[in-house]
């Protein structure tokens, strides 16, 4: 595959810009990254899961270490960044409480009971949570896991716990309420779609390098071991609800649709430690992610953090959380909590009142800015979350995609669009020559926008190709935001080589089985596909006998219904079966005509009809390609 390019003469030109108004680094992230150091994760650092497949490693960011000052091609604000979070190992945070930095994107923290140890968010993948733990008894004895707890529904927080957990054992597993459904069903319906865009927000298959991924801002990357889940046995529910853990007392926040859709807070009085999990980290976070999800609420994100200053803020003496490092001392904590509130607020507040000024997201986004008070501080740069994403995320929140303009009600699609831009302008030829002179002038905007035109167009055309690549790359250089960085230099390894399709995670079998059965149809609904199924009507009954429970499915006019608690009488075919026999189709452990011929699955009436309905189901690619039209 061709190397990347060098930074450009306006890409150095803004480098020194950047370098030339950062804020003045007083020291104290790194003093704080580094603080309490017990034992330093080795440099080469690297976690293996299945078939000795390296799923984590550290070893590949060695290039970080050479030199503190950015290479051009990579922000100056997003090289230090990415150097913070090479402090990995085990660190104190305060007398008991531990936390394992740098063993997958997330922190595993690590507090200190009577019988044991409670483990909060045993990270994305069990290898990687089992190292982590692994460090933390080497330096602080054998202490056996007395509680895990879970802050919030993403997997970054609960994927590793077989790691730390073993089939079978007695132990206690806390979360917020909802934990499990927000955990198993945020994104089953988006999945598929989700997993690939997600490889160009974390750069999952760029190489590791000053011209590659450097970061993630929140982490190095996501692990890439398969996630588990595990039963909650007892639940958080309220604000102000507290329990003694192992003999340590714990008063919870409860911050639900804020960072995820199931989430909590913490404060350990007895060592004035506030856990603040993920609404407030040291840098601003997504209300809209680039892999695609549901809108955050900023409004709620900043009214949470203004209850935890209410709650929390005369006794912490120290904060931390779920990435990044923490922030000791009480004045610094309600400095930092202010100011993240702030944030969350100013971005809601100023978005909406740029919209009823008539700006649009696009609009509001290059206008939106921090005020110097903020602007000056360094856990409110958009290395992760974006002011400008952001405020397009929160426009749509409250108005959709459409402004409110005609001419966007029913705007040509990308193809149809690029090859009129391209015939208007004169030709691929000439539409290339003006990409090209905007590159060379410094507007990389502009010339990735009309470089994409001509390979909307014509997709085969490799110098319109290789141009929007070049574009993309400067643009992947100049930015301080890392999931934009990588989906930049993604998009032009793309463009140059194809799509690579190493981007796929396998299906979590704890995942999978924990998904309600009305969920699991819903999602094999939007694999139907739509043009086959309106031919037939079909009617399948599912009795599943390892559960008891029983259900009809019907697709009419192409569309799936279902209904729970009831074989139709009239159905063409019911399956016998057990719910196990579903999870392990789904898993693609085994195929139907298999489970059929073992009798898994026993159909009475006919099984043509079976056979049908599975048929009708599309599989999702997970190689679908973004940069360039889908053929
Ligand atoms: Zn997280």
């Known amino acids: 595959m061709a190397d990347p390019l060098d930074p450009s003469d306006a890409t150095v030109q803004r480098h020194a810009e950047a370098l030339a108004s950062l804020p003045a680094d007083d020291g104290a992230a790194a003093a704080n990254a580094a603080r309490g150091l017990i034992t330093a994760a080795p440099d080469d650092l690297q976690v293996t899961g ?98 895990v707890l879970h802050t919030h529904s993403h997997v970054d927080h609960f994927g590793g716990i077989r790691g730390v957990v073993s089939d079978g054992e007695a132990v206690p597993i806390w979360a917020p309420q909802g934990f499990t459904d927000a955990a198993v069903s945020e994104n089953v319906i988006a999945g ?13 298959n760029l190489e590791r390098g000053p011209r590659g991924q450097v970061d993630v801002a929140i982490g190095k990357g996501v692990s890439t071991g398969r996630p588990s889940l595990m039963a909650v046995t007892d639940e958080v529910t309220e604000t102000g609800q507290q329990a003694t853990i192992d003999g340590v007392l714990f008063e919870f926040q409860m911050v639900p649709e804020t960072e995820a859709p199931a989430e909590l807070n913490f404060f350990l009085p007895e060592r004035g430690a506030l856990c603040i999990v993920e609404t407030a980290t040291q840098v601003l976070h997504n209300i809209l992610t680039i892999r695609g999800a549901q809108v955050r609420d900023a409004l709620w994100w900043s009214q949470c953090l203004n209850e935890s200053i209410e709650l929390f803020g005369d006794r912490a003496e120290v904060l931390f959380a779920g990435h990044h490092w923490p922030t000791w001392g009480n004045e610094e904590i309600a400095e930092f909590l202010s100011a993240q509130r702030d944030l969350y607020r100013l971005l809601h507040d100023q978005t909406i009142r740029l919209a009823s000024e008539g700006f649009n997201g696009e609009e509001i986004a290059e206008r939106i800015e921090l005020p110097e008070s903020l602007a000056a501080l360094w856990h409110t740069r958009g290395a992760y979350g974006s002011l400008r994403h952001n405020a397009r995320g929160i426009y749509q929140r409250y108005f959709g995609v459409y402004d409110g303009n005609p001419v966007n009600l029913d705007p040509l699609a990308p193809t149809d669009a690029g090859s009129r831009y391209v015939d208007a302008i004169g ?164 195929d139907a005509m298999e489970a059929f011929g073992s009798g898994a699955i026993s159909v009475d009436g006919d099984p043509m009809a079976l056979a049908g309905f599975l048929g009708l189901l599309d599989d999702a690619p997970h190689d679908f390609p973004i940069v360039t039209p889908r053929g």
């Not at 050479?66 to 990579?74: I, L, Q």
């Not at 997330?106 to 968010?121: C, F, K, P, Q, R």
């Not at 598929?192 to 999952?204: E, F, K, L, Q």
């Open 192 to 204: 598929a779609v989700m997993v690939r865009r997600a490889a160009y927000m974390y750069g999952s």
């Open 427 to 590: 030709g691929a030829g000439r539409a290339i020559e003006i990409a090209a002179q905007a590159l060379a002038g410094g507007d990389e905007r502009w010339a990735a926008t009309l470089a994409g035109h001509v390979v909307f167009a014509d997709p085969e055309n490799v110098a319109a190709r290789e141009l929007q690549a070049a574009a993309f790359e400067q643009l992947g250089y100049q930015t301080e935001n890392a999931t934009w960085r990588n989906a930049y230099l993604t998009g032009a390894s793309e463009l140059r080589g194809g799509v690579s399709s190493d981007s796929l995670r396998a299906q979590a079998p704890d995942i999978v089985r924990a998904l309600p059965t009305g969920q699991l149809f819903d999602a094999m609904g939007t694999r139907i596909n739509a043009e086959r199924a309106a031919q037939n009507d079909l009617i399948v009954a599912w009795n599943f006998t390892d559960i008891d429970e029983q259900w009809t499915l019907r697709v009419t006019n192409g569309a799936l219904s279902t209904v729970a608690g009831k074989l139709a009488p009239d159905a063409q075919a019911t399956v016998t079966t057990t719910r196990e026999t579903l999870n392990s189709l789904i898993l693609q452990e085994i």
């Open 50 to 147: 299945d078939e000795g497949r390296v799923i984590w490693s550290l070893a590949d960011y060695g290039f970080l270490g050479a030199s503190a000052e950015a290479p051009e091609s990579v922000h100056p604000a997003l090289w230090r960044l990415a150097r913070l979070n090479m402090n990995a190992g085990l660190f104190e945070v305060a007398e008991g409480v531990y936390q394992v930095r740098g063993y997958d994107i997330s922190n595993m923290t690590l507090i200190e009971g009577d019988a044991g140890v409670i483990v909060v968010d045993p990270l994305v993948s069990p290898e990687c949570a089992a190292a982590a733990l692994a460090l933390y008894r080497q330096a602080r004895g054998e202490r056996k896991v007395s509680a």
